[in-house]
């Protein structure tokens, strides 16, 4: 690395969280170095999908001029699948909340205003290991390299490889992970707002349960982008490898894909539109579960999804504003540690304390119990099927008109599930959706 060997700050990944840090440590003077281990800034993130504007503006309030947003979320869409059948419900939006973007075009704009306000960004770097001597951090290891610096900030993601050297996490279990696949399909604006049925720039997100997931835990998402469709799956790996083990998952995820966008509902929706892109990463399942024993130690602080900072409320993922967010009280609290007396533990203390106190925490612990269900099938399989099936019964009989809720209890019987049961499992998990 041909850099100079001491800084201010190193921050390790140059993710929303990461880009966060550096842009505000970097904007207030102190000398930052972001090491990023994929090619080009954004080259190991995958997905297109939706993020929550307000946090990221918090942290760049020029970022409806600038940023790279595709369309702004008008609606919401939720569908339940079962063979070829689906239904459906829409919510329109009253505001802009969210818009839809590739996180790549994303962090690269973070790291180019990070860039712009000083900071020194170094990509095809692997960090290997942070250097702590006398319980104090030093710098971090790459090959033979060690840069210095007075504190390092750790935005490393999912995986977690420093973390667990250093002893501040366990390794990761497939209970706490999920796997993200997608497939970008390039098709014409014009084509996108006649179908979806959107206003120029207005954009939509979609979350799909159902048989997509053959009935396993997880579901399948779509966004509009400005000229392409996202599409793909979120599967939580615990329950996929034991159904795997079962006999129950015979496919290859990415044939999961495949028949998602071939299903006769959906596909009318990009006809003609050519794959251009396909990839799969790892996500976060487990939020609170992953939190480090400690979100600080002598010079260091944990930032984003390593730090278990994602909230997954079942129907929407918060990922990226959850990242900034943290990155942005990492940076307020090393500033003030800065000024007063430096990054000792004492002093940064305070970040783990301005986590606890804001809406990243308290969502957290609202949305804890959605592990539960999560993984458990019965969400995955015998709702969408009994919804489905209800739904044909009301919309799909040539003579007699059935009755909305003797259709319910009638697809309820025919799947064998009690309405004892239904009602204890929804009223168990009715807290925590
Ligand atoms: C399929 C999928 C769909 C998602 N959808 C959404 C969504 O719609 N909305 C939303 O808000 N969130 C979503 N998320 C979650 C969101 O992407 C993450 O929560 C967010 O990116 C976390 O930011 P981060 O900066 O903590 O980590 P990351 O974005 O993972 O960044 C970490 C960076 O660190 C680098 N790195 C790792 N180890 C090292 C090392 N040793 N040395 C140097 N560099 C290293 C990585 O290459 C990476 O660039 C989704 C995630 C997936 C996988």
């Given at each position: 690395?041909n850099i100079?060997?001491?800084f201010?700050?190193?921050v390790?990944?140059?993710g929303?969280?990461?880009c966060?840090?550096?842009?505000?440590?970097?904007?207030a003077?102190f000398?930052?170095?972001v090491?990023?281990r994929?090619r080009?800034v954004?080259?190991?993130?995958?997905?297109?999908?939706?993020a929550?504007?307000?946090?990221?503006?918090?942290?760049?309030?020029?970022?409806?001029?600038?940023?790279?947003i595709?369309?702004?979320?008008?609606k919401e869409?939720?569908?339940?699948?079962?063979g070829?059948r689906?239904l459906?419900i829409?919510y329109?939006?009253g505001?802009?909340?969210?818009?839809?973007?590739?996180l790549?075009?994303?962090v690269n704009?973070?790291?180019r205003?990070?860039?712009n306000?000083?900071?020194?960004?170094?990509d095809?770097?692997?960090?290997?290991?942070?250097v702590?001597?006398d319980g104090?951090?030093l710098g971090v290891k790459s090959?033979?390299?060690?840069v210095?610096?007075?504190?390092?900030?750790?935005?490393?993601?999912v995986?977690?490889?420093?973390l667990?050297?250093?002893?501040?996490?366990?390794?990761l279990?497939?209970?706490?992970?999920?796997l993200g696949?997608?497939e970008?399909?390039s098709l014409d604006?014009?084509?996108?707002e006649?179908?979806?049925?959107l206003?120029?720039?207005?954009?939509l997100?979609?979350?799909?349960?159902g048989?997509?997931?053959?009935?396993?835990?997880?579901g399948g998402?779509i966004?509009?982008m400005r000229?392409?469709?996202?599409?793909g799956l979120v599967?939580?790996i615990?329950?996929a490898a034991?159904a795997?083990?079962?006999?129950?998952?015979k496919?290859h995820?990415?044939?999961?894909v495949?028949?998602?966008?071939?299903?006769p509902?959906f596909?009318?929706f990009?006809r003609e539109?050519?794959?251009?892109?396909y990839?799969?990463r790892?996500?976060?399942?487990a939020?609170?579960?992953l939190m480090p024993?400690k979100?600080y130690?002598?010079?260091?602080?944990?930032v984003?999804?390593a730090?278990?900072f994602?909230?997954?409320?079942?129907?929407?993922?918060r990922?990226?504003?959850?990242a900034?967010?943290?990155?942005k009280?990492?940076a307020?609290?090393?500033?003030?540690?800065?000024?007063?007396?430096?990054?000792?533990?004492?002093?940064?203390k305070?970040?783990?304390?301005?986590?606890?106190k804001?809406?990243?925490?308290?969502?957290?612990k609202?949305?804890?119990?959605?592990?539960?269900?999560?993984?458990d099938p019965?969400?995955?399989q015998?709702?969408?099927q009994?919804?489905v099936?209800?739904?044909?019964?009301l919309?799909?009989?040539d003579?007699?008109?059935?009755?909305?809720?003797?259709?319910f209890l009638n697809?309820?019987k025919?799947e064998?599930?009690?309405?004892?049961k239904t009602?204890?499992?929804?009223?168990?998990v009715a807290?925590?959706?």
């Open positions: 690395m100079p060997s001491k201010d700050t190193i390790v990944g140059a929303p969280a990461g966060a840090s550096a842009y505000l440590l970097a904007k003077g000398k930052v170095l090491l990023e994929g080009g954004g080259s190991k993130e995958l997905w297109g999908g939706k929550y504007a307000q946090p990221l503006r918090d942290v760049w309030p020029e970022l409806d001029k600038e940023a790279p595709h369309r702004w979320v008008s869409r939720f569908s339940l699948v079962w070829e689906a459906t829409e329109k939006l505001r802009k909340v969210a818009f839809t973007t590739y790549t075009e994303l704009w973070m790291a205003k990070a860039e306000a000083g900071a020194l960004i170094v095809e770097v692997r960090v290997e290991e942070i702590v001597k104090k951090v090959g033979d390299d060690i210095y610096a007075d504190a390092v900030i750790d935005a490393e993601g995986n977690r490889l420093l667990e050297k250093l002893g501040l996490v366990d390794k279990s497939p209970d706490h992970v999920a696949v997608k970008v399909l604006p014009k084509l996108i006649e179908r979806f049925m206003n120029r720039n207005e954009g997100a979609w979350f799909v349960a048989d997509i997931t053959l009935g396993l835990p997880g998402f966004y509009t000229d392409s469709i996202s599409i599967l939580p615990g329950p034991r795997a083990e079962k006999g129950l998952l496919e995820v990415s044939s999961l495949e028949a998602f966008r071939l299903h509902y596909r009318s990009w539109a050519d794959v251009i892109e990839g799969g790892m996500t976060i399942e939020g609170l579960k024993r979100l130690m002598n010079g260091l602080l944990v984003g999804d730090a278990g994602l909230v997954n409320t079942g129907y929407t993922i990922g990226v504003d959850t900034v967010i943290s990155g009280l990492a307020e609290a090393l500033i003030d540690a800065f000024n007063n007396g430096g990054p000792t533990e004492e002093n940064l305070s970040y783990e304390e301005k986590v606890k804001s809406y990243i925490y308290s969502e957290l609202n949305h804890s119990g959605i592990g539960d269900v999560m993984s019965f969400f995955f015998k709702i969408p009994v919804a099936k209800a739904a044909s019964k919309f799909e009989a003579y007699e008109e059935p009755k909305l809720i003797r259709s697809a309820a025919e064998n599930i009690s309405l004892l009602i204890y499992k929804l009223g168990r807290g925590k959706l």
